[in-house]
Structure formats: structure tokens, C-alpha cells
């Protein structure tokens, strides 16, 4: 090891968190040719979008049998086509198996089972006084907008990892947006915009001049051919209504 390199630093490394914007798929079934077509489909729609990314297998909605599943064959399609799969959510003990096998990451579900209330309450339970008041809740403060003034160009990406992103400029083709809640654009909006990537599905995309190569809430997208028919190049906002992309006129209530 170099001796001037252990002077600067003792290890050779740091760990340290990281927000990561994943892309999921959720697999209904496996078929191995079925598979690679329906991919291929997906990617025509818009390849600048899926070159290169990583993506998790989700399994939560997953409907074969398990041992249908060949998490090896999944990722050598992906691969084929610039997909990278790094890890699988898995919903029970062997398809965490399979995927160890595959040297995946395993993810935790999409979502949290509550436990069931008890039929009754317990009657040993002590009276509230004002010796014992419950503490007061404290509100917590919404996380700040993130603002930028300047024109988003082509190549370049914003990320508001916590609350709203507002630009009170342009967002030309080939530059991509990105934030937790929702995505304000005081202009035309070319490029691509992706809102709600923690999972909220309320957050919503505003813009004065829909002309977008693809938005996206809570990973739920639709390319420019899609909104060509709603508003294009007219002040337009996105939401996402019972698991489907809407876009309406800024106008309408």
C-alpha cells in the first residue's frame, strides 16, 4: 500500500447513507420468452428512460408458483437490454432463498401488516390525571422546497431528495427532474420529471408547457406519445387517480 495514502486516511473506505431512486418491477408471473418481449415493449416506449438503471424484482404481487421463478434468466434478459437487477422484495422464505442463490440484496415488502386489535381492551389500564397527561404532540415541520432559478439543460439532473422541487425556469429535453413530493416547472417542462419516488402517491407534477419526453409519480410513468392527447404545450398539472397517470389543465378545479 502507498505510504503517502495512509497519511491522509487510516481506512480505505467510509459507509455512508445514500437515497437511491430504484425503479420496480412488479412481476405477475415468469415466462422466460414472455418475459423478455413484454420488456422489450416497455423499452421502445422510452429507451433513454431504462438504459442503465437498476431495478428491484417485486414479488409482492406475484402470482406462479415459485418454482417458476429463475431469478438467472430474469437477469441475463435485463442485462441483454442495459438493465441492471440488483435486488428482489421478496413476500416469503423461498423466493428469499431463490434470490440469495442469484446473489441478490433482498428488500423488505412494500408494505407493513398491522397487527390486529384485541377484541377488548384491558380493564387494568390506569386512569389518566393531570399528573399523567399524555405528552403533547409536536408537530413536525414540513421539509423546505427545493428552488432553482436557473434552466435545467439537456444532460443535467436536479434531486430534491425531501419535500417539493420548484423551477422557475425551463427543463430542457434530456434533463430530468426528481423530488419526494411534488414538482413545480415555471415554464416548459421537456424533459423528464419524476415525482413522489419515495412512493407518495399525492404528489403531483405542475407545469406551464407540457412537452415532456416522460413524467412519472411514485413510479407510475407515461411517455410524450401518451400526452400528446392531454394538453400538450398548454399549463398542465399530473396526478396519479387509482393507479393511473391524469393530466388536467391547470385551470380546472
Known amino acids: 500500500m502507498n505510504t ?14 445514500a437515497s437511491v431512486s430504484l425503479t420496480a418491477l412488479e412481476l405477475y408471473y415468469f415466462e422466460n420468452a414472455q418475459f423478455e418481449a ?3 415493449d416497455k423499452i421502445s416506449q422510452a429507451p433513454g428512460f431504462f438504459k442503465d438503471i437498476p431495478l428491484i424484482i417485486s414479488l409482492d404481487k406475484y402470482q406462479g408458483p415459485d418454482r417458476e421463478l429463475d431469478f438467472f434468466k430474469i437477469i441475463g434478459t435485463c442485462r441483454r437490454h442495459n438493465i441492471h437487477v440488483i435486488g428482489v422484495r421478496a413476500a416469503n ?3 428469499r432463498r431463490l434470490a440469495r442463490g442469484a446473489s441478490l440484496a433482498l428488500l423488505p415488502g412494500g408494505t407493513v401488516k398491522e397487527k390486529p386489535a384485541p377484541a377488548e381492551a384491558p380493564d387494568t389500564a390506569p386512569a389518566t390525571t393531570a399528573d399523567s397527561a399524555p405528552a403533547p404532540e409536536i408537530a413536525s415541520e414540513a421539509a423546505p422546497a427545493k428552488i432553482i432559478s436557473q434552466t ?3 444532460g443535467q439532473q436536479v434531486y430534491a431528495p425531501e419535500g417539493d422541487l420548484v423551477i422557475l425556469a425551463p427543463v430542457q429535453a434530456g434533463a430530468e427532474v426528481l423530488a419526494a413530493g411534488n414538482i413545480h416547472v415555471y415554464g416548459p417542462l421537456r424533459g423528464r420529471a419524476l415525482a413522489g419516488i419515495h412512493g407518495a402517491e399525492s404528489a403531483r407534477i405542475f407545469c406551464q ?4 419526453e416522460l413524467v412519472s409519480i411514485a413510479g407510475h410513468y407515461k411517455i410524450s406519445e401518451d400526452l400528446q392527447d392531454a394538453g400538450w404545450k398548454s399549463p398542465m398539472q399530473i396526478q396519479l387517480r387509482d393507479d393511473v397517470l391524469v393530466a388536467a389543465p391547470l385551470d380546472r378545479a
Not at 503517502?4 to 447513507?17: C, D, G, I, N
Open 152 to 154: 435545467v439543460r439537456s
Open 93 to 95: 422464505d423461498d423466493q
Open 38 to 40: 413484454d420488456l422489450r
Open 209 to 212: 408547457s407540457l412537452e415532456a
Open 4 to 17: 503517502t495514502a495512509t497519511t491522509s486516511a487510516e481506512q480505505s473506505f467510509q459507509l455512508k447513507s
